[in-house]
């Protein structure tokens, strides 16, 4: 079965600094996708950044981007210049390749905290 | 831009009763979801549904559980005799596509369920 682990329970990070949330995961599969979404105080999880464990290059988008190291099974997320809006519960995820298996696995969270 | 929605966005129940989730996913999209979370817990993967049948359920999804699409809009998650144990965040999700290939799933608020 796959696990995902998110070590840190909470975090916080100044406004325009940058921070680094964790994730670990366990699988045995070798092609499969990880996630990041947030879920900000009351509102709907949202995507933040796909990986395709079969990509070398780590997804970027915008302020967000990956650590993905596929040996040592670890998928990072660090936030550059972080904004208010960024305050939120992230959760990473994992979902194996097959489009006959969509179902998401996640990790417990982490609750990100911005300071002005 | 669509959302997923959920009604009602919470609900008491007494232990034993039954107690219908609903939701209406994105209008063109054709896989949808159910996951869970209980208070301080990971979210959990219920039941995933397509072309009016199940496509995949975890080992949470028993026979207490029921899903149905009655209409061509709603999509809707039966407890028969609930338990206090499923008192949780109930999400819903959807996604487009059933081919190959990535389709992300959208999240709706969730529905808290508190059986007392």
């Known amino acids: 079965a796959q696990t995902v682990t998110q070590s840190q329970p909470e975090m916080s990070v100044q406004e325009a600094e940058t921070v680094t949330l964790s994730c670990t995961y366990d699988?045995?599969?070798?092609?499969?996708?990880l996630f990041w979404y947030k879920q900000p105080p009351s509102r709907q999880m949202i995507l933040v950044i796909r990986?395709?464990?079969?990509?070398?290059q780590n997804a970027t988008e915008n302020r967000f981007s990956v650590n993905f190291q596929k040996a040592a099974k670890s998928f990072s997320l660090k936030i550059s210049d972080s904004q208010l809006g960024d305050a939120a519960m992230y959760f990473c995820?994992?979902?194996?390749?097959?489009?006959?298996?969509?179902?998401?696995?996640f990790g417990s969270g982490t609750r990100l905290q911005v300071q002005p | 831009e669509p959302e997923v929605t959920q009604t009602p966005s919470h609900q008491v129940t007494q232990m034993g009763q039954e107690v219908i989730l609903r939701c209406v996913p994105i209008?063109?999209?054709?896989?949808f979801y159910w996951y869970r979370q209980i208070l301080g817990q990971k979210v959990e993967f219920l039941v995933s549904?397509?072309?009016?049948?199940?496509?995949?359920k975890s080992e949470i999804f028993d026979d207490q559980f029921s899903v149905e699409r009655p209409d061509g809009s709603n999509f809707t998650l039966k407890i028969r005799s609930t338990k206090l144990e499923d008192s949780a965040m109930y999400f819903c999700?959807?996604?487009?596509?059933?081919?190959?290939?990535?389709?992300?799933?959208?999240f709706g608020p969730g529905t808290r369920l508190t059986v007392t």
């Open positions: 999700a959807s996604s487009e596509g059933r081919g190959r290939g990535y389709y992300e799933q959208y």
């Open positions: 699988t045995s599969e070798s092609d499969y996708y």
């Open positions: 990986q395709e464990a079969y990509k070398q």
């Open positions: 995820a994992y979902r194996v390749l097959d489009t006959g298996r969509r179902a998401l696995t």
């Open positions: 209008s063109n999209h054709l896989y």
């Open positions: 549904f397509y072309n009016n049948e199940i496509s995949e």
